[in-house]
T-cell receptor, first 115, second 114 residues
Framework: AQTVTQSQPEMSVQEAETVTLSCTYD???????LFWYKQPPSRQMILVIR??????QNATENRFSVNFQKAAKSFSLKISDSQLGDTAMYFC????????????FGKGTKLSVKP | DAGVIQSPRHEVTEMGQEVTLRCKPI?????LFWYRQTMMRGLELLIY????????DSGMPEDRFSAKMPNASFSTLKIQPSEPRDSAVYFC????????????FGQGTRLTVV
């Protein structure tokens, strides 16, 4: 069975600084997807970024980028130029190829951006 | 499209009562998922449907929980009888399937059983 581990329950960062959230996963599959979701206090689950395992290039979305290390089964999220609106829970998620949206989530990291 | 719509947003009920949570997926999405979020267990998949047919209900905690999808635009998650340990946020999500596999989430229903 696949598992996703986020080892940092809470983190904080100063506004405009850079922060990296860690995620490791365990799978015997070769084809899969990885995601980072953001959950602000409004409770809405918002997709931040996604990575296809067959792509070597790390995904980037504006201030958000990932460091995907397939051999190490590591998938960290880097947030550059942190903004107060980035304050939220961040969840790392794994999905098998062909699972059609069936996500396995980590326990989350609570990120606080301080002014 | 308005996105995935869940109702109610909040529900408070007494132990032993029946609770029904509702979900309208994004039009055209073939897959629908019910997740439960608690502090202790995080986000867990309860059940998912493909073209209105339940595919995997192994995450449904016990027989008190049941889910239906009578048509492509509506699904329900029912708890009968409810217990305090069922208190959680319940999310519905839908996806197109295929290569475009992003799951879109509703805003969730916060259920409190007292």
């Amino acid at each position: 069975a696949q598992t996703v581990t986020q080892s940092q329950p809470e983190m904080s960062v100063q506004e405009a600084e850079t922060v990296t959230l860690s995620c490791t996963y365990d799978t015997s599959e070769n084809n899969y997807y990885l995601f980072w979701y953001k959950q602000p206090p409004s409770r809405q689950m918002i997709l931040v970024i996604r990575q296809e395992a067959y792509k070597q290039q790390n995904a980037t979305e504006n201030r958000f980028s990932v460091n995907f290390q397939k051999a190490a089964k590591s998938f960290s999220l880097k947030i550059s130029d942190s903004q107060l609106g980035d304050t939220a829970m961040y969840f790392c998620a794994f999905m098998n190829w062909g699972s059609q949206g069936n996500l396995i989530f980590g326990k989350g990291t609570k990120l606080s951006v301080k002014p | 499209d308005a996105g995935v719509i869940q109702s109610p947003r909040h529900e408070v009920t007494e132990m032993g009562q029946e609770v029904t949570l509702r979900c309208k997926p994004i039009s055209g999405h073939d897959y629908l998922f019910w997740y439960r979020q608690t502090m202790m267990r995080g986000l867990e998949l309860l059940i998912y449907f493909n073209n209105n047919v339940p595919i995997d209900d192994s995450g449904m905690p016990e027989d008190r929980f049941s889910a239906k999808m009578p048509n492509a635009s509506f699904s329900t998650l029912k708890i009968q009888p409810s217990e305090p340990r069922d208190s959680a946020v319940y999310f519905c999500a839908s996806s197109l399937g295929g290569r475009d596999t992003e799951a879109f989430f509703g805003q969730g229903t916060r259920l409190t059983v007292v």
